[in-house]
Structures are given as structure tokens and as C-alpha cells.
């Protein structure tokens, strides 16, 4: 199972199934690790 990010704006969820460099970003803000 990948880690799920979640932005703090907008609601959107995002799996991660294969991490690679690089921020996560929505809304114009970091996206939180839930």
C-alpha cells in the first residue's frame, strides 16, 4: 500500500504507489501526509 496525501484546501487525496523526488503540491500548497 502506498502513503496518502491530502490537501488542506481543496480536499483532494492523492496515492502514492512509487515515491520519487519531488514536493506534492495543490492549490498552490504542500500536501499533507494524512
Do not use: D, H, N
Amino acid at each position: 500500500m502506498g502513503k496518502r496525501y491530502v490537501c488542506t484546501v481543496c480536499g483532494s487525496e492523492l496515492l502514492v504507489t512509487k515515491g520519487g523526488s519531488g514536493a506534492l503540491t495543490c492549490c498552490g500548497q504542500p500536501m499533507k501526509q494524512k
